[in-house]
């Protein structure tokens, strides 16, 4: 299930959700974060909406980018239980995120 969240609504969204939340920082100008939207796709597909992707415009939402410390795009992190893990920048694959999940505790 893809979504766009904002600062006005991430806390809602990600940070008190039930389940864990992959969160995808990015921008409409970013020609990797539009090359990446189609692994997002499918990865959703493999879920089947049992993990939310948040979509955060980081020119819109500079100060969520700049709380996690987001100095590229596009960036991925997992929230679970209001914390966030490690960010992955510019997954080459989705096999890359698909590991990347399992390490940050993601599983299908």
């Given at each position: 299930?893809?979504?766009?969240?904002?600062?006005?609504?991430?806390?809602?969204?990600?940070?008190?959700?039930?389940?864990?939340?992959?969160?995808?920082?990015?921008?409409?100008?970013?020609?990797?974060?539009?090359?990446?939207?189609p692994?997002?796709?499918?990865?959703?597909?493999?879920?089947?909406?049992?993990?939310?992707?948040?979509?955060?415009?980081?020119?819109?939402d500079?100060?969520?980018?700049?709380?996690?410390?987001?100095?590229?795009?596009?960036?991925?992190?997992?929230?679970?239980?209001?914390?966030?893990?490690?960010?992955?920048?510019?997954?080459a694959?989705?096999?890359?995120?698909?590991?990347?999940?399992?390490?940050?505790?993601?599983?299908?």
């Amino acid at each position: 299930m893809l979504f766009t969240v904002t600062k006005e609504n991430f806390a809602a969204k990600v940070e008190q959700a039930e389940g864990p939340v992959l969160v995808e920082f990015s921008a409409t100008w970013c020609s990797h974060c539009q090359q990446l939207r189609p692994l997002l796709d499918e990865l959703d597909k493999k879920f089947d909406g049992r993990l939310p992707l948040a979509l955060i415009d980081t020119d819109h939402d500079p100060e969520l980018a700049q709380r996690l410390q987001v100095e590229f795009i596009p960036s991925l992190v997992v929230y679970k239980n209001g914390n966030h893990g490690a960010l992955l920048t510019a997954p080459a694959s989705l096999e890359a995120m698909e590991g990347w999940l399992q390490e940050q505790g993601v599983t299908e």
